[in-house]
């Protein structure tokens, strides 16, 4: 991967590889904790689930509702939705995350996630 521009589309799941010409190569991983979250409805969701992470090993699912992350809580309203993505997901610092979630059946799991590197 070293030797390519990288292009992720998120809406069709697919990556898109094209070797660079001259430039120098990028050593910069994606790092993740192997979900994203999205605010549909007045609910937290998870809106994507990385394959091959964590995260999908432990069965974290699409739409599951996010209750808390890291003792933010009332992410049906938008604005702590904002500031858990900003605080949480874009701090480099934080390495890990507990997540309470709800799933399709009404059960309520917490899970711990560390941050991984992607496309490695």
């Avoid at 998120?10 to 590889?17: A, D, N, Q, T």
């Avoid at 701090?91 to 992607?118: G, H, P, R, S, V």
Wanted: with cysteine.
């Amino acid at each position: 991967m070293k030797d390519y521009n990288t292009v992720l589309d998120w809406k069709s799941h697919k990556i898109y590889l094209s070797p660079l010409s001259k430039q120098p190569a990028i050593t910069q991983y994606i790092q993740s904790f192997g979900i994203k979250f999205e605010y549909r409805e007045s609910k937290t969701v998870i809106g994507f689930v990385w394959d091959n992470t964590d995260a999908q090993k432990d069965g974290i699912s699409l739409s599951d509702e996010v209750i808390a992350v890291n003792g933010y809580k009332d992410l049906d309203n938008h604005d702590n939705f904002c500031s858990l993505q900003k605080d949480i997901f874009s701090n480099e610092e934080i390495q890990q995350i507990n997540i309470t979630l709800k799933d399709k059946a009404q059960n309520i799991k917490t899970y711990t996630l560390d941050k991984m590197n992607l496309l490695n």
